[in-house]
């Protein structure tokens, strides 16, 4: 007697996991209180289910307290979103500074793998440069 062995399909592989990335963002410092920058953090594709990255900034040239006020937190994508922003203050003054930058990484990402993990936050002067000194008198 023969026995029919029976064929069970093997389930299809699961979808890969879409990416995550941040963009940069500038923006020209005020005189006075803050200013916000907009970061935009994007998946490569929807996702099904939710995703989740954190964030946090880091100095550079610019630094926390006196540039900028440091952040960080989680975007949550709810399934069929794409992108999330979120912002970071910029904090205005009167010195007169060359372009500043800091960094923000992302991290600890649920639901999908980083492909572009750090952006950079660039913070143009308006402030003008003092006129050099007069020279001496003959």
């Known amino acids: 007697r023969r026995q029919r062995l029976a064929c069970i399909p093997h389930p299809p592989p699961p979808a890969p ?13 005020g005189d006075s209180g803050s200013k916000a920058m ?18 946090s900034t880091a100095n550079n040239t610019a630094l926390a307290g006196s540039d900028y006020t440091a952040a960080s937190g989680t975007l949550s994508f709810a399934p069929g979103q794409t992108s999330r922003t979120f912002t970071v203050a910029i904090l ?8 500043e930058t800091f960094r923000v990484m992302l991290g600890n990402a649920v ?10 936050g660039t913070i143009l002067d308006n402030d003008p440069v003092p006129p050099p000194p007069p020279p001496p008198p003959p």
């Not at 996991?17 to 410092?29: M, R």
């Not at 970061?39 to 490569?44: A, G, K, N, Y």
């Not at 639901?111 to 950079?120: D, K, N, V």
């Open 17 to 29: 996991l879409p990416t995550v990335s941040i963009g940069n963002a500038t923006v020209t410092e």
């Open 38 to 55: 907009t970061f935009t953090v994007t998946l490569s594709a929807a996702s099904t289910s939710t995703v989740t990255v954190g964030y």
């Open 92 to 99: 205005g003054d009167t010195t007169a500074e060359a372009t």
């Open 111 to 120: 639901g999908a793998t980083i492909a572009t993990g750090t952006g950079t």
